[in-house]
């Protein structure tokens, strides 16, 4: 599949020679403002159904639908989601799976139910090739992440398109999945960017053109904006972004209260101010580190290895929990990402399983490069409570360290 790098408002002519920084220079950045940030949004396509379409490359070329079954009736539920195929037809997630037999009758359309566990478990690894590039990351959902590549990239915008395509890579080589990635000045533009072209698509959007870049787009791309509010700013003739950021603020917060009123107005303008928390969501723990020189000798590397076993154990006992999985991580000198991961019969909390796990997950992934390690990492997944604890959403993961 081509990939799409996406002339966002004809402003790909700037990339290239352009940086972030001086363009905003250039333009008259005036304090008070956002502070200077670069955002990246990844989203991964179609998930669920991708996930079904790797292990049977055979359904991709057809209708192929996931159903949240409700277990009433036979076809009672809605679609989880769907492939591009079957969305082409106008079968998306919500819809009711009976209208969509309805709309695919004789298309030769696949149904399958959710297969949680292994998205899960793709969705991990994914995320691990995020932490892998980038210090900064939060899973937003079992498919998307944020990343703060600020300084990675010394806001440099042909750095941050490098970095998205070297994720963009990664993905499709490490886990054959596409993904779309949205790269703008704050989670809110970077969010909506993801989704301008889609799938496999690449948006960048320069911060002095958020507010243009949004300013068409229909007011329920905004996120927090659904068919309800959308409803209510068309009966205030507020249709587009841009309506909403011409507005009066004192409209909009006398309709929607303060907060969201302040977020509409702020947003519409291509402003957002909220952080990239960085986490990895409550299922893992994850810890890498660069090497202090690139090497392929496990003596060398085990010393590390056993640091981080230590580490995530003890985390893992501090936070009350189990693992199923361990994953090892490890950038190769070409900073191509990798990670294997091999999952256990029963949770565990046992550091002798960590350190033996990921000894032997090292072992087969040298045995597959002749390239040097430059970063190695570990992985716990599939994180459940010991028996007694219940705090497991409490739960916050620290950003691993960034090259
Ligand atoms: P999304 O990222 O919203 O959708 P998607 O990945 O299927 O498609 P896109 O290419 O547009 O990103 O959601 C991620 C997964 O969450 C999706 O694959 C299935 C699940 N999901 C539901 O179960 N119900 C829903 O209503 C939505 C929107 C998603
Ligand atoms: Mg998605
Ligand atoms: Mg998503």
């Not at 944020?146 to 990664?170: M, P």
Request: aromatic letters at 6%; hydrophobic letters at 35%.
């Amino acid at each position: 599949m081509d990939q799409t790098v996406s002339d966002a408002c004809g402003l790909e002519r700037h990339i290239s020679s352009i940086s972030f920084w001086q363009a905003v220079s250039a333009g008259g950045f005036k304090s008070g403002e956002d502070p200077l940030r670069m955002i990246l949004h990844c989203d991964l396509d179609y998930f669920f159904a991708q996930c079904e379409e790797l292990s049977n490359p055979g359904l991709s070329t057809k209708p192929l639908v996931i159903c949240a079954y409700s277990g009433r009736t036979e076809d009672s539920g809605v679609v989880s989601t769907a492939n591009y195929v079957a969305r082409k037809l106008r079968v998306n997630s919500g819809l009711p799976i009976i209208q969509a037999k309805k709309i695919l009758e004789g298309s030769n359309a696949t149904y399958l139910p959710i297969d949680r566990p292994r998205y899960e478990s793709i969705s991990d690894r994914v995320m691990a090739i995020f932490s892998a590039h980038v210090g900064i990351v939060e899973k937003a959902s079992i498919d998307e992440a944020y990343l703060d590549i600020t300084e990675q990239v010394q806001l440099d915008l042909t750095e941050g398109r490098n970095l998205a395509q070297s994720l963009k890579r990664d993905i499709r080589r490490e886990e054959g999945l596409s993904c779309s990635i949205g790269l703008g000045a704050n989670k809110v533009v970077a969010k909506i960017a993801s989704g301008f072209v889609k799938p496999d698509g690449l948006t960048i959007v320069p911060s002095y053109q958020s507010a243009e870049f949004l300013s068409p787009l229909p007011v329920d791309k905004l996120p927090g904006i659904g068919k309800k509010t959308q409803e209510r700013l068309r009966g205030m003739h507020l249709e587009t972004i841009g309506d909403l950021a011409k507005s009066n603020i004192q409209y909009i917060t006398a309709a929607f209260g303060k907060k969201m009123g302040t977020y509409f107005h702020l947003a519409s303008r291509g402003m957002d101010k909220d952080p990239v928390r960085p986490r990895l969501g409550p299922e893992q723990l994850s810890r890498i580190v660069t090497l202090k020189e690139n090497s392929r000798d496990t003596d060398m590397i085990s010393p590390e290895l056993e640091d981080l076993a230590q580490d995530l154990h003890a985390k893992a006992l501090k936070h009350g929990l189990q693992f199923r999985s361990v994953g090892i991580i490890a950038v190769l000198e070409n900073l191509v990402a990798k990670t294997r991961t091999k999952t256990l019969d029963q949770p565990t909390s046992s550091i002798d399983i960590i350190r033996g796990s990921s000894t032997e997950l090292l072992r087969t992934l040298l045995e597959e490069t002749d390239l040097q390690i430059r970063r190695v990492g570990i992985q716990l997944s599939n994180l459940t409570p010991t028996t007694g604890q219940t705090f497991l959403a409490e739960f916050m993961e620290r950003p691993p360290s960034t090259p």
